[in-house]
């Protein structure tokens, strides 16, 4: 059992009132992070898992959204960019003072880690109390998303920001992030961070990072959440990620509603229009999977990933879509990959050590074991769960893993930062409740 390590990591992570994802590399505390370590701690320590949400929920704009990251300390600078460049009172009178956050949102998984947290300790003291008090702030972040990112009212959320999807350097970015021209000056001076604490080929290169950068900017000009952004920004993204965990949400919402006998028309009426949307728009017939689509470019983005597979976790998939995605899995499996590379190894933009770009990544996992399982695919559920608890046995508690199985067999440690919050909490989920 690794669950003993993992607890132990997560305790080197807690702050006093939520986890760091890992010391120096990010030392806030960031948005779906937060979700998957409140997962852990509920296993052992459930007054932990109410302290993570209600911390993370201190940083909730005005507007509903969760932002990425709460900077709940602002002497902390081993990180970029920092409160002091997102800059969010500035611009936005709904952006907390106390504390400060970041501008954009992440993937929405409060809704179905509420519903788990009641499942995995529902005698807590306090615990109905708590998700009964979290419902309402759960659902403003929903009605966020369904207000300022869906301007075509199409039930499929928009991101202009790649790091909003989570899988911010997924090769996915590429084309609208090769689209920008940053005139030579225009951006202010900066330093990035992560190079120092991550080894450099692990991680985004500079000229992604200047992109980001950019974006970051150009939606500060405009609030962070002004109408303007989406007709001005060259990054608008509908991503399968996004809308599939925020489906899966939704659902967990629907539950809850009814459970504590509230009104849920709301979020049916949001999830009908989300699921007819995504498997009409974000169905990718010509690759097989589901894939996002370009607002800017008007395309399909056509690269095969993680995200896409996430509508197994959100019970999208038809039976036929299940079985081409079946199909793929078992296809990485002959070819020597661990379930799941974050990205296709077909691919010519395949590349098994670089962040997003094809490691595996536990809280991935996670959600597809879940998914497959849902999905009467109890063999390769259990593929997936296994694969992660064999490499995080292998190589520690780290950010993320090499894919391919024989070079992995190679290396003594995993990928990105180690001592890894979400690696620890997915792994005690995984391992105390099968
Ligand atoms: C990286 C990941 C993002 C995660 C953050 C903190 O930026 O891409 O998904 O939330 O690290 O772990």
């Known amino acids: 059992m690794l669950t003993d390590s993992a607890k ?38 459930p007054e932990r898992a109410i302290a993570e949400l209600k911390s993370l929920f201190t940083g909730q704009w005005k507007n509903g959204m969760i932002p990425h990251i709460i900077f709940h300390r602002e002497d902390q600078t081993s990180y970029f960019p920092n409160h002091d460049f997102w800059r969010v009172t500035e611009v936005n ?22 519903e788990l947290l009641l499942e995995i300790c529902p005698e807590h003291p306090g615990m109905v109390d708590f998700i009964r008090w979290l419902y309402p702030k759960i659902l403003a972040s929903h009605r966020f998303f369904y207000h300022y990112r869906d301007p075509n009212k199409e039930g499929l959320l928009v991101s202009y920001h790649p790091w909003e999807t989570g899988r911010d350097n997924s090769p996915l970015w590429d084309g609208a992030l090769q689209e920008i021209h940053i005139p030579a000056g225009s951006l202010p001076a900066y330093q990035r961070k992560d190079t120092q604490h991550a080894d450099s080929s692990e991680r985004p290169r500079d000229h ?56 849920t028309a709301e979020v049916e009426e ?35 990933e993680i995200g896409g597979l996430m509508s197994l976790f959100a019970g999208l998939s038809t039976t036929a879509r299940t079985q ?33 770009r094809g490691p595996i990544w536990p809280q991935m996992n996670w959600m597809l074991a879940r998914g497959l399982q849902a999905n009467g695919q109890a063999a390769l559920a259990q593929q997936v769960r296994d694969d992660l608890l064999s490499l995080v046995g ?29 690696t620890a909490a997915t792994v005690i989920d995984l391992e105390m409740r099968t």
């Open 8 to 45: 132990q990591v997560l305790e080197a992570n807690w702050q006093g009132a939520y986890s760091i994802p890992r010391h120096k590399l990010y030392p806030f505390q960031w948005n779906w992070d937060a979700g998957f370590a409140a997962l852990g701690w509920a296993h052992f320590h």
């Open 93 to 114: 009178a709904g952006a907390p003072k106390q504390p400060l956050t970041s501008g954009i949102s992440q993937p929405p998984v409060h809704g179905f880690i509420a």
């Open 208 to 263: 992604d990072y200047d992109r980001y950068v950019y974006l970051l900017l150009l939606a500060q000009q405009y609030g962070y959440d002004g109408a303007e952004i989406m007709s001005e920004s060259p990054f608008l993204l509908q991503d399968t990620g996004m809308n599939a965990i925020l489906v899966r949400s939704n659902e967990a919402m629907i539950r809850l509603g009814k459970r504590f006998q509230l009104d």
């Open 270 to 304: 949001w999830q009908q229009q989300s699921i007819r949307s995504f498997n009409t728009k974000l169905w990718n017939a010509a690759l097989g999977c589901y894939s996002p689509y370009d607002i800017a470019q008007q395309a399909m983005v056509n690269h095969h």
């Open 324 to 356: 081409t995605q079946v199909d793929y899995l078992n296809k990485l499996i002959a070819e020597g990959y661990y379930l799941c590379p974050s990205f296709n190894p077909a691919d010519a933009l395949f590349d098994s050590k670089r962040y997003w």
């Open 394 to 422: 292998q190589l520690g508690f780290h950010e993320y893993f090499e894919a391919n199985k024989s070079a992995a067999q190679q290396l003594t440690r995993g990928y990105g930062g180690d001592k890894f919050s979400w």
